[in-house]
């Protein structure tokens, strides 16, 4: 196992148009996170999944955003009508349970670009 | 929720050592990462404290003081590859989510 892979790599897309990304976790954690970071800002907390349950959603996801983890392994990010604010580096983590710490692995990123 | 405060930017000399502070307020502690961000990179994993004290890892540092919400991360023999964003984030007792400052670009020259 590699570590976390996130596809695509990039997306350039037009305002109104829906894009959906994919990560895909390290293989042994069941934990599942994505972020959104924009330029010259830390990763910021979209939503959170143990195993296929999406148990935490961000206040500011807007309805537009639509995350799944349909069998507990890999995960998609859809954004619906998308607007030029929603232009940032979306990046993937995955953690496991054990142990203390249960740091973040984060995945390379998508980013987007709405035009 | 957290506030976490950190420089926005730091300069230093190749070989030399340079602390990275980060101050935090929250309800509930429950442990504090430190990230290294290359540009265009996603973040990688260096250190996590959830006691107070020092926590020493090669050439790198972190320490904490729950007391004060103060923690700082400290590099020596700085070497050109060691430009990069460091995150602070904190995790607030109970959640398995951490909140991220906003980063430290540091900038090591010759």
């Known amino acids: 196992d590699t570590g976390v892979s996130q596809n695509p790599r990039h997306k350039i897309t037009k305002r109104g148009q829906n894009v959906t990304f994919r990560c895909d976790p390290i293989s042994e954690h069941n934990r599942l996170y994505w972020y959104r970071q924009t330029l010259g800002q830390g990763p910021e907390f979209l939503t959170y999944?143990?195993?296929?349950?999406?148990?935490?959603k961000s206040r500011l996801l807007s309805d537009r955003f639509s995350a799944e983890r349909p069998k507990g392994s890999f995960s998609t990010l859809e954004i619906q009508r998308t607007e030029q604010g929603d232009s940032a580096m979306y990046l993937c983590a995955s953690s496991s349970t054990g142990g203390l710490s249960n740091e973040q692995y984060f995945g390379p990123g998508t980013r987007l670009t709405v035009t | 929720g957290q506030n976490i405060d950190q420089p926005t930017e730091m300069t230093a000399t190749e070989g030399a050592i340079v602390q990275i502070n980060c101050t935090y307020q929250t309800s509930g502690f429950n442990g504090l990462f430190w990230y290294q961000q290359h540009a265009g990179e996603a973040p990688t994993f260096l250190s996590y404290?959830?006691?107070?004290g020092l926590e020493e890892k090669g050439r790198f540092s972190s320490f904490l003081s729950r007391s004060k919400g103060y923690s700082y991360l400290l590099l020596k023999e700085l070497q050109m590859k060691d430009s990069a964003s460091y995150l602070c984030?904190?995790?607030?007792?109970?959640?398995?989510?951490?909140?991220f400052g906003r980063g430290t670009s540091l900038i090591v020259h010759p």
């Open positions: 999944f143990q195993n296929e349950a999406q148990l935490e």
């Open positions: 404290n959830v006691l107070d």
């Open positions: 984030a904190v995790r607030d007792r109970g959640s398995y989510i951490p909140t």
